[in-house]
């Protein structure tokens, strides 16, 4: 294998671990606090929903 190979490879083991990462790793939706993201949104400010 030349060095060409090696870093081909490497990419593209870079390149599959990342989206496999993309994919099982979860991410955060919605509000995450900062009510300044939410667009005057934010959950915080809603009142609390209530049981019946």
């Not at 081909?8 to 990462?21: K, P, Q």
């Not at 993309?22 to 919605?30: E, T």
């Not at 993201?37 to 209530?50: M, N, S, V, W």
Request: proline share 4%.
């Amino acid at each position: 294998m030349s060095i060409g190979d090696i870093i081909l490879v490497l990419i593209v083991a870079a390149v599959v671990f990342f989206a496999v990462r993309s994919v099982f790793v979860k991410k955060s939706v919605g509000c995450s606090g900062d009510c300044a993201h939410c667009g005057g949104a934010c959950h915080h400010t809603a009142p609390p929903d209530k049981k019946k």
